[in-house]
């Protein structure tokens, strides 16, 4: 493993482990397969834990994890303040001690502000006297580095960046976001400023990887270097020595010891121009053919009539990045097929999803297009007799 500073020197693995995206059992985490594979993380130089306070049973399950195995001095913990949710001052310390509890620890190593979209959220928070409150947790050694995780575009983000003296950010930058939301501007902002930057979707929600268009997955078997479609993309990040650390939700041994090969082998400054120019190549093909910029971090749901929006995107973007009957398909199989499961027909526009879309996506707009791709009559009539018949 390879490590880079944080402000005050302190040595980050260069791979961090994104706890939102676990591997659930039931209607909870699959714990002894989550530990098995953020101790194999661990063992293996991974040091940052990223989890938040919305992501179901992450926290908990981190800090049983870590008390489990007597490892906690050995991590750095990441987690987030739910700030859309506070209401008042003391409404930070109900979440703050909550947070310790479900974490098993007294400290917090990163505290962020959690997906701040412009000025406006922190300056709310600024009123209801964070910035004492933040001073205290730091005065008493429970919050050790504050920062904030950022959704908006890169002009509102350096506001957020020079109204506060940030101890990191956390930012949504990948090849295919290197001149939105934050951006490359953003980070370089940060980077002026000697703040660590944590990056967060380096896969694009897997539009990098396994939802990438067969063309794109074409030209990526056929390169000499005959590196896979992950590895391009990590491989990009850590090119840039202002990124300090890379979060993957990784949720498979395979997937951890992959993650773990490339970011021992990486180095800054290794792409050549032929590289950079093979990376808008690949662009280039996902850009075609996606339809929705869908990252599938779920902070849409729950949809007050049960419609499981980014699973209907995931299957609406691949009828255009595979096939339109496998599209079509696997969305049949997941509304009929399901007990519970709302068709995209039942969506009322209310609008609640879209106020919690970081990428900012017109989702009622989107709604309306996919339930016309994905469901033509044929379909409508074949979930209507599987539902009728209740096949499930």
């Not at 974490?103 to 928070?125: C, V």
């Not at 006297?129 to 575009?153: A, P, R, T, V």
């Not at 993957?248 to 041994?253: A, E, F, P, Q, V």
């Amino acid at each position: 493993m390879q490590y880079r500073k944080d402000k005050y020197g302190k040595d980050i693995s260069i791979l961090g482990y994104g706890c939102m995206r676990f591997s659930r059992k039931g209607i909870g985490i699959d714990l002894e397969k989550a530990e098995q594979e953020v101790m194999y993380a661990i063992n293996h130089g991974v040091n940052y834990l990223d989890t938040a306070y919305i992501y179901p049973g992450s926290e908990a399950a981190v800090g049983e994890i870590l008390e489990r195995n007597h490892c906690r001095d050995q991590v750095a913990i990441a987690t987030k303040l739910p700030q859309y949710l506070i209401k008042s001052r003391a409404a930070l310390d109900k979440y703050f001690n909550e947070q310790l509890e479900r974490l098993r620890t007294d400290h917090i190593d990163y505290y962020l502000m959690h997906m701040l979209t412009d000025i406006a959220a922190w300056e709310k928070l600024k009123a209801l006297g964070i910035e004492d409150w933040i001073f205290q947790k730091k005065q008493e050694g429970k919050i050790i580095n504050l920062g904030f995780s950022y959704h908006g575009n890169s002009d509102m983000f350096l506001k957020i960046l020079d109204d506060y003296p940030w101890d990191f950010c956390q930012i949504q930058y990948n090849y295919l976001d290197e001149h939105s939301q934050a951006g490359r501007k953003g980070l370089m902002a940060a980077a002026e400023k000697n703040i660590p930057v944590i990056i967060m979707e380096p896969l694009r929600g897997g539009k990098l990887v396994g939802l990438m268009p067969d063309s794109g997955k074409k030209l990526i078997a056929n390169h000499p270097k005959q590196w896979t479609a992950a590895e391009w993309a990590f491989r990009w990040l850590w090119d840039q020595p202002q990124v300090t650390c890379v979060l993957s939700g990784m949720n498979s041994l395979e997937m951890v010891e992959e993650n773990i090969q490339i970011a021992s082998e990486c180095a800054v400054d290794e792409f050549t121009k032929e590289d950079f120019d093979f990376i808008e190549q690949v662009k280039g093909e996902i850009n075609q053919k996606t339809k929705v910029g869908c990252t599938a971090c779920g902070y849409c749901m729950p949809c007050p009539k049960g419609i499981d929006i980014p699973t209907a995107f995931k299957c609406y973007n691949q009828m255009y990045t595979e096939n339109k009957k496998s599209g079509r398909s696997e969305y049949l199989q997941i509304v009929a097929f399901q007990k519970d499961m709302a068709d995209l027909g039942a969506c009322i526009e209310c609008g609640k999803c879209e106020n919690h879309c970081p990428q900012h996506l017109p989702i009622r707009k989107h709604i309306k297009e996919a339930r016309k791709a994905l469901t033509p009559l044929r379909y409508r009539l074949a979930v209507k007799i599987v539902r009728k018949f209740k096949f499930w």
